[in-house]
């Protein structure tokens, strides 16, 4: 199929926005529905929801090297915790395909 860009009006401010065809292409790919929104509503609609907000870091100490670091999650004692850059040589390799 050939997609043109359409202009769209959001349902929360009433502005015309462009629906590039490039963007209908992934919507399709991924079988969403055309957008409602323009891109500044959307946008604040994931703010006010809690998308655009900052996660809670907290303090540990690096398991490996001692640095202090902060992380995403609460460590726990039964775990150990490791600092990025100590973290991207424990990590295991990623499995392929079976």
Same mark, same amino acid.
């Given at each position: *199929?050939?997609?043109?860009?359409?202009?769209? /009006?959001? /349902?929360?401010?009433?502005?015309?926005?462009?629906?590039?065809?490039?963007?209908?292409?992934?919507?399709?790919?991924?079988?969403?529905?055309?957008?409602?929104?323009?891109?500044?509503?959307?946008?604040?609609?994931?703010?006010? *929801?809690?998308?655009?907000?900052?996660?809670?870091?907290?303090?540990? /100490?690096?398991?490996?090297?001692?640095?202090?670091?902060? /992380?995403?999650?609460?460590?726990?004692?039964?775990?150990?915790?490791?600092?990025?850059?100590?973290?991207?040589?424990?990590?295991?390799?990623?499995?392929?395909?079976?």
């Amino acid at each position: *199929m050939v997609y043109q860009d359409k202009t769209l /009006v959001c /349902v929360e401010c009433g502005e015309t926005f462009v629906f590039s065809a490039d963007d209908q292409q992934f919507h399709a790919s991924r079988g969403y529905q055309d957008p409602k929104r323009c891109p500044s509503c959307r946008q604040a609609r994931r703010q006010a *929801m809690g998308g655009g907000a900052a996660r809670p870091m907290y303090d540990a /100490v690096c398991a490996r090297c001692g640095a202090k670091t902060q /992380v995403p999650f609460l460590p726990r004692q039964d775990r150990p915790v490791y600092c990025s850059d100590c973290f991207n040589k424990v990590r295991p390799a990623p499995r392929r395909g079976f």
